[in-house]
């Protein structure tokens, strides 16, 4: 009877062993699918953060760069562990995915609260920022964003082309009589923007702040999603570490 309970944990001990395995091998894509959101966000948008005064968007993306790399390391170090059988390394690595839990759990919560108050921020500041910053000297990249913004969304000021009126560059001779931004029109020229016919420039297409706000709420959703699915993984590795390790309690390190 001893020999067949001894036979039934080692057959226990093995399936746990390759359930960890699996488990630490699709949490290694699953980092790296993170830490790519995280990338991608910095790099690919990283001009519609400098029009945007709060720093919770970009700190999102931050924190899932760190996850995600924490995420690839701690899947290495699991599978290390698994085969080794050590309960000291066991420990570590719960403790490592306990860790990411709970920065994706900060990462979603700063996403929850920065999508509440995105509306209020980009409603106070995305037209004074575009007025008050678009060619001044030491704000470029606000500059590249503006006419990046315009031109990928196809729209013009930030609620209409008319916000351009209170702007400080066309009532400088730097803007050559332009009335808005060459980035406004449809088909870009040299001075195009001296002309304002909505036939030449989004006119009718509605200002920036709606589809600028719609692209980062979709963003945010993503990185919602990322973060609450990894998260439910992660709770299931807790489980088997603690099946294994429970199991390997009576054996020596």
């Known amino acids: 009877m001893g020999e067949y309970d001894e036979k039934k944990e080692t057959c226990g001990t093995i399936c746990l062993k390759y359930l960890l395995f699996s488990f630490n091998f ?6 790296g699918a993170v830490m790519a959101v995280g990338v991608w966000t910095l790099v690919e948008k990283s001009d519609y953060i400098s029009l945007l005064s709060s720093g919770i968007y ?3 993306a931050y924190i899932l760069v760190i996850a995600g790399a924490i995420v690839m390391v701690t899947g290495i170090l699991g599978c290390c562990a698994t085969f080794k059988e050590q309960r000291q390394l066991l420990r570590v690595y719960f403790v490592l ?5 709970l920065l994706e759990i900060l990462a979603g919560i700063l996403a929850y609260i920065y999508y509440q108050q995105l509306n209020d921020e980009l409603k106070q500041n995305l037209r004074e920022t575009m007025t008050s910053k ?15 913004l315009q031109q990928e969304f196809k729209c013009c000021g ?20 332009r009335k808005v931004p060459d980035s406004c029109c449809k088909t870009i020229t040299p001075q195009c923007g001296k002309r304002d016919h909505p036939s030449n420039i989004y006119k009718v297409e509605g200002g920036c702040i709606t589809k600028l706000e719609n692209f980062i709420l979709e963003h945010l959703r993503i990185i919602g999603a990322v973060g609450i699915g990894i998260a439910c993984v992660q709770i299931i590795g807790m489980i088997f570490t603690c099946c294994l390790y429970r199991s390997l309690k009576s054996e020596p390190y």
Request: with cysteine.
């Open 26 to 31: 699709f949490f290694w894509l699953a980092g």
């Open 134 to 148: 678009y060619k001044r000297v030491g704000e470029e990249r606000v500059t590249e964003a503006v006419n990046k």
């Open 97 to 101: 995915l306990l860790c990411i839990f």
């Open 58 to 60: 970009a700190a999102t």
């Open 158 to 177: 930030s609620n209409n082309s008319r916000d351009w009126q209170d702007s400080e560059w066309v009532r400088t001779p730097e803007a050559e009589g």
